[in-house]
């Protein structure tokens, strides 16, 4: 009986700290946020958050993939544009506009998780699951021939640094900022064959 209660703890924990980290992030940004903060917003030790998340780039996954689970549900198993069954060359623009958007909506967290650690943002979970999508939705146009560098040549359109760079440096809007994504996609899936 013991070990059930314990996942319950965890499970609270967990969510505490995702919920401490969440409004401590929209006021300060991800930067500014110790995870001793963290952990006192949530009411726990932060031998509990290092448990949970193991460290600051832990607990920064796991708040973008929970704030991007409706979109990637709609990835896995929604309608056309962005669902499975949809024909490559709806599904590749609508994937990069929806993940450019989610990065511009979250631009701070995306930019701080990129900058985390000293690990390759390239061997993150997250950034697997969105190349392993988009590689597989583009081998359908090119029969698997350089399907997966295609895809990090795409997603590299989409980095937050990169996106950052355009909104405060070019001071690009949003609109034209996927607007431009959208143009350069066409450009790239033109020659393709289907």
Known sequence: ????????????????????????????????????????AAGVGKGTVFRAFTDR??????????RTAP??????????P?????????????????????KLENLSLYRALEEAGAASPYQSASYA?????LRD?????????????????????????LVTHLRTVEELPEEEIRSRLAAHVRTVLEPLSS
């Open 129 to 133: 699951w969105w190349h392993t999508t």
């Open 137 to 161: 939705s583009l081998a359908r146009l090119t029969g698997g021939q350089d399907a997966g560098f295609l895809a990090h040549t795409l997603l590299a359109a989409v980095r937050a640094d």
């Open 82 to 102: 962005l669902g499975p069954g949809s024909p490559p060359r709806e599904r590749i623009p609508a994937l990069l506009d929806a993940l450019a958007a989610a």
């Open 71 to 80: 979109l990637r549900a709609a990835v896995t198993g929604g309608p056309a």
């Open 57 to 66: 780039t832990g607990l920064l996954q796991a708040l973008a993939e929970r």
């Open 1 to 40: 009986m013991p070990e059930p209660r314990r996942r319950a703890d965890a499970v609270r924990n967990r969510e505490a700290v995702l919920d401490a980290a969440e409004t401590l992030f929209s006021r300060s940004g991800p930067a500014e946020v110790s995870m001793n903060s963290v952990a006192a």
